[in-house]
């Protein structure tokens, strides 16, 4: 079967031949209908060799959706052509935090071993791809493969981190969401969806604040040294009561701090390497709370697809076959991508 490999360190992934895999006991087999391609891999993918925590060659994709295909011994929970998305996140099953669900919160999967598909285990760029356990596989009951792949991050990460701060997304509320790419795009749609908060978008692209715009944000704002000024003017010198950076620079963070309000919510998700003070004499409002969330749970993953089925949330998607997977990383690279990369194994 072809998959898109990373195979070498610092260079660029690879379109190979490799074995189609075999189910063992408790695993499910799955012909993969779409995968989502993440700017996470372009950070993995720029990782220095000695610092780089994952076996090679790997397979790409932590964004995958397919359909049953084989079982291994002993699987009962699907049978063969369930179309199903991949819950990725792996955990150690066991402990209290996967017993909630929570097993982006698992503390032992690093000990164990227990790798994420395309972060260490097989992903899903491949015509065909192995998950570890049903409990990883949720029914799309009808929604389509395309939409469905990249809400299982692009859409479960920034559920997830909004959830975190609804108790503050009051009516009269500000919410700024900086980097309108993948992910931020969805999140704008969700903050509408789950609250009555104005949502102001922040991003160096017009084609993303055309698109933020399109998808519902209020206000649409170019991110640069005027933009906190901007958002602080929008909302009578206060601040917003929440902030998600989904670039996560030294830039972007700095624009977060400046724009958050005193009790207000910093969450950086974007892996840009920035870094955010947090503390007297840090330059943030009194009584912030900072967080910088990994994914989410099962249950918001099932969550996210319950309001893509209802037309609340959707993914602005570009399809690329999986020969042109080191392409659509190019361009995702070049931010010539303006919402998700989807890769169709299938043709």
Not at 25 to 47: F, N, R, Y
Not at 133 to 158: F, I, K, W
Not at 167 to 173: I, M, N, R, Y
Not at 266 to 282: D, H, K, R, S, Y
């Amino acid at each position: 079967m072809k998959a898109v490999q990373y195979r070498r360190v610092g260079h660029a992934p690879e379109v190979v031949e490799v074995p189609v895999p075999e189910p063992g006991p408790g695993q499910v087999l799955l012909k993969v209908t779409a995968a989502g391609i993440c700017h996470s891999d372009l950070a993995v993918m720029g990782w220095p060799e000695e610092q780089f925590p994952y076996p090679l060659p790997m397979t790409l994709g932590h964004e995958g959706v397919g359909t049953v295909a084989a079982l291994g011994s002993g699987v009962t929970a699907v049978a063969e052509g369930d179309a199903v998305a991949v819950y990725g996140p792996w955990g150690c099953g066991r402990c209290p935090k996967c017993a909630e669900g929570k097993e982006n919160c698992c503390p032992h999967a690093a000990g164990l071993g227990i790798m994420p598909p395309g972060l260490g285990s097989p992903g899903a760029l491949a015509e065909y791809m192995l998950v570890d356990s049903t409990r990883h596989l949720v029914p799309l009951n009808g929604l389509d493969p395309v939409q469905a792949a990249p809400l299982t991050d692009a859409g479960l990460t920034p559920y997830h981190a909004i959830r975190r701060s609804l108790p503050k997304l009051l009516p009269g509320s500000t919410a700024v969401v900086i980097g309108v790419g993948g992910l931020g795009h969805i999140a704008v749609q969700l903050l509408r969806a789950l609250t009555p908060a104005r949502v102001i978008a922040l991003d160096v692209s017009a084609e993303k604040l055309e698109l933020a715009g399109k998808v519902g944000a209020h206000e649409t704002l170019r991110s640069d040294g005027e933009a906190a000024a901007r958002v602080r003017g929008l909302t009578g010198g206060i601040g917003a009561e929440v902030v998600l950076d989904f670039v996560g620079a030294e830039a972007t963070v700095a624009v977060a701090a400046a724009s958050v309000a005193v009790e207000g919510d910093v969450t950086v998700v974007g892996l840009g390497g920035g870094t955010l003070a947090v503390g007297f004499g840090g330059g943030l409002p009194f009584e912030v709370s900072a967080a910088f969330p990994y994914w989410g749970s099962r249950p918001e993953l099932m969550d996210v697809l319950a309001l893509a089925r209802e037309g609340l949330v959707s993914a602005h998607v570009e399809t690329f076959s999986i020969e042109e997977a080191p392409e659509a990383y190019e361009r995702l690279h070049a931010g010539d991508i303006a919402g998700r990369a989807v890769v169709l194994p299938q043709g």
